[in-house]
């Protein structure tokens, strides 16, 4: 097995970036979901409940500062932006705490799950996508140890699915089936909720290995 694929979200709930090389912490993937989206009552705002979110893009650049489809994510074009997705009270913040994480801090997805169900990968969000999975095997990894590139991480649960994956990821199109599909054939959970007991340096194309 290799790794496939390496996605960050710079903002939460906003399309993310693909990367070649990112390194891992305790804390998950560098910069991932490092600007939240808020109201005016302090309250995370997600995509779960203004899907307009998905159309802005979060990138870091070259100096490592967080932009929102091209603007910095503390300009006042980007709070625009987000103010048209999300209501007039939103607001952005920087934050380095566990609560910008749903679950843990990474969501490992596999290229055999993503081909049984035959939908865009990139509906599930995920921070890492392992190639060379046969089907559903990822279904038995709950538990076992994976090293990938330099870091070991711990495939703890499957995760349970969510409105957000009836969004196409290019436009705001939504096709309740998808969500439907994935309660149907996979008891609503699909790739894993995964903690890091090693960080370092994960690479595309770095091998994967299964442990235990």
């Known amino acids: 097995m290799y790794v496939k694929e390496l996605w960050r979200y710079p903002v939460k709930s906003m399309a993310g970036e693909r990367v070649e090389r990112i390194v891992v912490g305790k804390e998950g993937l560098a910069r991932d979901r490092q600007v939240?989206?808020?109201?005016?009552?302090?309250?995370?705002?997600?995509?779960?409940?203004?899907?307009?979110?998905?159309?802005?893009?979060?990138?870091?650049?070259?100096?490592?500062?967080?932009?929102?489809?091209?603007?910095?994510w503390d300009s006042a074009e980007a709070?625009?932006?987000?103010?048209?997705?999300?209501?007039?009270?939103?607001?952005?913040?920087?934050y380095a705490g566990a609560a910008r994480f749903d679950v843990l801090p990474l969501l490992v997805a596999t290229d055999g799950a993503i081909a049984h169900m035959g939908f865009d990968?990139?509906?599930?969000r995920p921070n890492l996508v392992v190639?060379?999975?046969?089907?559903?095997?990822?279904?038995?990894?709950?538990?076992?140890?994976?090293q990938a590139?330099?870091?070991?991480?711990?495939?703890?649960?499957?995760?349970?699915?969510?409105?957000?994956?009836t969004y196409d990821p290019d436009t705001p199109r939504q096709d309740l089936t998808v969500l439907r599909r994935i309660v149907k054939e996979l008891g609503g959970t699909m790739g894993l909720d995964t903690s890091v007991i090693r960080g370092g340096v994960i690479r595309v194309g770095d091998a994967v290995e299964l442990r235990g």
């Open 79 to 94: 709070l625009e932006l987000v103010k048209a997705a999300a209501g007039g009270d939103a607001r952005l913040l920087a």
């Open 36 to 72: 939240l989206v808020g109201d005016g009552r302090g309250r995370i705002v997600t995509a779960r409940t203004h899907p307009g979110l998905l159309g802005l893009r979060g990138t870091v650049d070259a100096e490592g500062v967080v932009r929102i489809s091209g603007h910095r």
């Open 121 to 124: 990968g990139r509906r599930l």
């Open 149 to 165: 590139g330099e870091a070991l991480l711990l495939p703890e649960q499957l995760r349970g699915r969510c409105v957000m994956t």
């Open 131 to 146: 190639g060379g999975v046969e089907g559903l095997a990822e279904r038995e990894w709950e538990g076992r140890p994976l």
